[in-house]
């Protein structure tokens, strides 16, 4: 089916979905957090056992990406941004 034929990307989710986008949305948001509820509410959160690898007056300027190594990071610091 071509997204096209109707009536764009919205057309198609209410056509092949029969639902509204918006709903489509909010329902797949309440459905991450459910599945995720279980997981969160038995680790410990970021907070309590990391420490700030850049501090806030530097976020945005560094980028940090998987390491070619398992539990490793890279970070990049982005100059002249």
Known sequence: MYAGATGG????I?????TDPQKLS????EALKSSARPILQVMTPPS????VLV???EQGQHQCE??????RQIFHVLRGR
């Not at 909010?26 to 948001?29: K, L």
């Not at 309590?48 to 420490?51: A, D, R, T, V």
């Not at 998987?66 to 539990?71: A, L, N």
Request: net charge neutral; proline share 19%; no cysteine.
């Open 66 to 71: 998987p390491g070619p190594q398992p539990r």
């Open 26 to 29: 909010t329902d797949w948001q």
């Open 9 to 12: 990307p919205v057309g198609a």
């Open 14 to 18: 209410k056509s092949v979905l029969h």
């Open 55 to 57: 501090p806030e007056k």
């Open 48 to 51: 309590e056992s990391g420490h």
